[in-house]
């Protein structure tokens, strides 16, 4: 039998873009605090995650720089669309993420943002290292190949 999917569970925005500008090493999910119209406005996808950015500061891990479109009905109890939102994890996730941007020189970069099967918002963060412009040339030759080799395979 078919599995169905869960309603609660969906994308919601991704950065598709991360991954070209950025060597990814590891990723990690963390909660995002929202108020209610943020939620609403995230249930619509009016939601825009390429621009925006992690930093860990005061002992807390903050969404930058995200979008969220507010909502015309929620009126005076509206949100403003690009403050900054506090990420939930762990201590030990905390302090690794810390450790990676302080001393090694590394960015904390959102890919994707999407509601998990309780229906609870979740964004899937990684530590990522930015690419040099060669590094970013030899990703799109060996995606070109990778494109071109199915193309054949495909007519053999």
């Not at 860990?56 to 891990?61: M, P």
């Not at 005076?76 to 990676?100: D, I, N, P, Y």
């Not at 904390?108 to 509601?115: A, E, H, K």
């Amino acid at each position: 039998m078919r599995k169905r999917s869960d309603p609660n569970s969906r994308l919601i925005a991704e950065n598709r873009q991360a991954r070209y500008h950025y060597a990814v090493e590891q990723d990690l999910e963390a909660g995002v605090m929202l108020t209610g119209s943020e939620v609403k406005a995230l249930r619509t996808g009016q939601c825009n995650i390429t621009e925006a950015y992690a930093s860990v500061e005061g002992g807390e891990l903050w969404l930058i720089n995200a979008h969220i479109s507010a909502l015309k009905e929620a009126g005076v109890f509206g949100h403003e669309e690009r403050r900054r939102r506090k990420l939930l994890v762990s201590r030990r996730e905390l302090s690794r993420l810390w450790t990676a941007t302080g001393r090694e020189g590394m960015t904390i970069v959102p890919l994707r943002l999407y509601f998990n099967e309780k229906g609870r918002v979740k964004l899937l963060i990684a530590t990522a290292r930015g690419k040099k412009l060669s590094d970013k040339r030899e990703t799109e030759a060996r995606r070109d190949w990778d494109r071109e080799r199915a193309r054949l395979l495909k007519r053999a």
